[in-house]
């Protein structure tokens, strides 16, 4: 099992930035590619971003590409989510995800933390 806990969320104005934090603990980290969804009120899982085991692919959804950055750190066991020039639209509850395949869909995912709010206020 692999526990996820997010940070980093909170209240910004428009054009802000913030960077969110996940961190993760239990079984090894190892091998797992790292995810970003969101979810607004009353909408589904979002894709935001996802990141290979090594690093060295990351994805991203078009409505954050150039924006938002994704990266980790394996020796700490720390996926981020850089988020600059932020806009109303991005407010959502954000979670982080570790899957051991795919990396596109809710589904591809095995473990979620709890998320963690984004407020982008106008």
């Known amino acids: 099992q692999v526990h996820l806990v997010e940070s980093g969320g909170g209240v910004v104005q428009a054009g802000g930035s913030l960077r969110l934090s996940c961190v993760a603990s239990?079984?090894?980290?190892?091998?797992?590619?790292m995810g970003w969804f969101r979810q607004a009120p009353g909408k589904d899982h979002d894709f935001v971003a996802a990141?290979?085991?090594?690093?060295?692919?990351?994805y991203y959804a078009d409505s954050v590409k150039d924006r938002f950055a994704i990266s980790r750190d394996n020796a700490k066991n720390t996926v981020y989510l850089q988020m600059n020039s932020l806009k109303p639209e991005d407010t959502a509850t954000y979670y982080c995800?570790?899957?051991?395949?795919?990396?596109?869909?809710?589904?591809?995912?095995?473990?979620w933390g709890q998320g963690t709010q984004v407020t982008v206020s106008s």
């Open positions: 995800a570790g899957s051991n395949g795919r990396w596109r869909f809710p589904r591809d995912y095995d473990y």
């Open positions: 990141i290979t085991w090594t690093g060295g692919s990351t």
């Open positions: 239990g079984r090894t980290f190892s091998g797992y590619a």
